[in-house]
């Protein structure tokens, strides 16, 4: 969860800052599950690190393990859900290069170039114009599981495709959550 091995820091790719708020519960399962995976042989070459790797800042109020009792809140259910699926990496604005969870929370702005050109990601918090502050929430709940924008057009194919490949496969009960807890992100324009 603090994203440093026995060997040190992880590489840049592993969001560590996202999974702080796994519940005890939920961590001991991923344990688990890896510990009971058999051994593969890899010719990979051990991975080199270039400079120091400062550690990431995570959502508001998933910096430390969540409770399992705690998550019967919808809203702690929520945050939980954002912090697990990484939202706020997407979706908060940077500062100095950097997703700003802090100040920037659901802010939007980031800059990202795929194969079918570069997109913006857009603003999550509660703004009733900037934001998705007026949407309803079966137009939030098709964004997420669908990839669908309020008009009803695909949304870009970074949201798009992790909308088919993994949020679609969400729980009903998490998607609510996490709808009900976007809803209270201060609005940010």
């Not at 490949?165 to 201060?186: G, Q, V, Y």
Request: aromatic share 4%; glycine share 8%; with cysteine.
């Amino acid at each position: 969860m603090s994203g440093v091995s026995p060997k040190g820091r992880l590489a840049p790719v592993m969001p560590s800052e996202s999974y702080r708020a796994l519940t005890p519960n939920d961590l001991n399962a991923v344990v688990a599950f890896l510990r009971a995976k058999r051994p593969i042989k890899s010719d990979a070459p051990p991975q080199e690190r270039h400079g120091a790797l400062e550690p990431r800042r995570a959502i508001p109020g998933a910096e430390t393990p969540l409770s399992d009792a705690g998550l019967a809140d919808p809203l702690q259910q929520g945050l939980y859900v954002a912090s697990l699926a990484r939202c706020m990496s997407c979706h908060s604005g940077e500062t100095d290069g950097a997703p700003d969870p802090e100040r920037r929370l659901g802010q939007g702005g980031r800059i990202f170039r795929t194969p079918a050109g570069a997109t913006v990601a857009s603003n999550i918090t509660s703004h009733p114009t900037k934001g998705v502050g007026a949407w309803t929430d079966q137009e939030l709940k098709r964004a997420i599981i669908e990839g669908t924008g309020r008009d009803g057009k695909p949304l870009a194919p970074t949201m798009a495709n992790l909308s088919k490949a993994h949020f679609s496969k969400m729980a009903e009960r998490d998607i609510e959550a996490l709808i009900a807890w976007l809803r209270t992100t201060p609005p940010k324009e």
